[in-house]
């Protein structure tokens, strides 16, 4: 690991060689109180924040120009993040429960 890399990266979350993940910018909006309390109402349908409703509004708008940038991180996911918890004697999430489609009854050892 070199001093570059973040700590704790895998493949998945990886980067071209020389990019640094960025942070989020923060940015003054100044909208018509109408647009405001609008937006923000159907926010609240869509059970986001009214920066995330913005956000997704830019993406798809972006998206749909054919100008979203390639390298353009997802958004983030929704909701709290989930507890990370180590796998007991290394069975992974499911282990012991039947597959789809076991009949009932017809359990392991």
């Known amino acids: 690991m070199t ?3 973040p700590q704790g990266s895998g493949a998945a979350g990886e980067r071209p060689a020389g990019r ?3 942070q989020r910018k923060q940015v003054l909006l100044r909208l018509d109180p109408l647009i405001h309390d609008a937006l923000t109402r159907w926010a609240n349908d869509e059970l986001r924040s009214a920066n995330a409703q913005i956000e997704f509004l830019l993406r ?3 998206a749909d120009a054919g100008r979203l940038p390639r390298g353009a991180g997802g958004l983030p996911r929704r909701g709290r993040p989930p507890k990370h918890r180590e796998p007991e004697d290394g ?3 499911g282990a012991g429960e039947p597959g789809p489609g076991a009949e009932p009854g017809a359990g392991g050892p």
Do not use: E, S, V
Request: no cysteine.
């Open 3 to 5: 001093a570059d890399t």
């Open 20 to 22: 640094r993940p960025q």
């Open 60 to 62: 798809k708008a972006l």
């Open 91 to 93: 069975a992974g999430p």
